[in-house]
């Protein structure tokens, strides 16, 4: 059976559409329009100094796209982490937080006791790269300046990763770095909520490098040239499969497990199709895709659909991703075992990496 795509994946990307999506592209123009003159209208009035950026007591580096979830930040914002606590930079993460209930003054994802925020009170973003990255302080909430001002002051941070923060002009940046996914970087071109664009493609000639996942090594789609970005910031990379673990015991697998096994594939992410993509490229027969909302928790009534899909295709487990392992801290009781499929992000380019700590830490050296 062919997966089943429940979210906005099938009306912005899909190649050929139909006449039903056209259709609702059509009626969804005039709200694409309110939306890039309200989006034109904010950005204007921080350029024209109405209202007024904030300045960070650290290096504020944001990375961001143009386009509504899915493109791949959150690989990227760990990687440019790793890449900064190798260089001895204190490095700290701020986070809006989505999907999550944070209080307004924000919350630090780790406590001074080691133990982490749960996903539902920080995020799953937020959660899953305090995870990864023990030596980076991770800030969620809604006021990222207040968060900058807390990071510095409690951990000492020289370095601020903003996270989806390319369209968060109240706290002033010093670099972007903008992310893409390939084939199809902008979908359907249009802006929200006809398409996934939140702000025009030409946006990206504001970023000082754009990552593109998911194209042949060097090769730059045509979409990003035509919208005037130069080749020389343009870098390509892979998203490749790193490791499996049993959620919510963390029991490491090998990733040949997946190599003929037939799985029913639970996304709770902007792109659900890629994770039955890149189970297909593990070997594995993806019986059905369940897609639900980014950032959204998985109810009671969506485990009982996933396990009826279980029943019915006779899979061997039920696979998610990274984030969405997060948020399933006890999973209920399936027929199969739950699975994360985690992911490693890998540059095409030997010199990418060069460049990226130059954007960083454009002043050389170490931290201190």
């Known amino acids: 059976m062919a997966p089943r795509i429940r979210t906005p994946e099938t009306l912005w990307y899909a190649p050929r559409a139909s006449a039903g999506t056209v259709l609702a592209r059509a009626a969804l123009s005039p709200l694409s329009l309110a939306y890039r003159a309200g989006a034109a209208l904010h950005r204007g009035l921080y350029d024209a100094g109405v209202l007024r950026a904030l300045a960070a007591p650290a290096r504020v580096v944001a990375v961001g796209n143009v386009v509504a979830g899915g493109a791949g930040k959150t690989p990227v914002v760990r990687a440019l982490a790793q890449l900064a606590i190798s260089h001895g930079v204190k490095t700290a993460i701020l986070s809006r937080g989505y999907g999550a209930t944070i209080d307004p003054t924000g ?5 001074p006791d080691g133990s982490l925020a749960d996903a539902h009170r920080c995020g799953d973003e937020p959660r899953l790269l305090a995870q990864a990255l ?4 991770v800030y969620a909430g809604p006021d990222r300046a207040a968060l900058a001002e807390r990071a510095v002051r409690e951990g000492g941070a020289q370095l601020l990763l903003l996270d989806d923060g390319m369209q968060h002009h109240r706290l002033r940046k010093d670099a972007l770095v903008a992310v893409v996914r390939a084939p199809h970087p902008f979908g359907n071109a249009q802006l929200l909520p006809a398409g996934p664009l939140r702000e025009p493609a030409s946006a990206l000639r504001r970023a000082d490098a754009v990552v593109v996942l998911g194209a042949s090594p060097g090769v730059i789609p045509e979409e990003i040239l035509r919208a005037g970005v130069s ?8 998203l490749t499969p790193s490791g499996l673990s049993v959620v919510p015991s963390g029991e490491a697998l ?6 003929g096994a037939r799985v029913v594939a639970l996304a709770g992410i902007g792109r659900p199709g890629a994770l039955a ?3 297909r490229e593990c070997g594995a027969e993806v019986a059905e895709l369940v897609a639900v909302p980014d950032h959204a ?4 009534e969506r485990w009982r659909e996933v396990a009826e899909r279980v029943r019915r295709h006779g899979a061997t487990a039920v696979v998610v991703t990274e984030k969405d392992a997060v948020k399933l801290l006890a999973p209920p009781l399936l027929p199969v075992p739950v699975w994360s499929l985690a992911a490693a992000l890998t540059f095409h380019a030997p010199e ?3 460049r990226l700590w130059s954007i960083l830490w454009p002043q050389g050296g170490n931290g201190g």
């Open 107 to 111: 919350v630090r994802v780790r406590q």
């Open 134 to 137: 023990p030596d980076v302080q």
């Open 231 to 238: 080749r020389e910031r343009v870098w390509t990379a892979a």
């Open 254 to 259: 090998s990733l040949q497990r997946l190599h």
């Open 277 to 279: 993509e890149t189970l």
């Open 297 to 300: 928790p998985v109810g009671a």
């Open 352 to 354: 990418a990496t060069a």
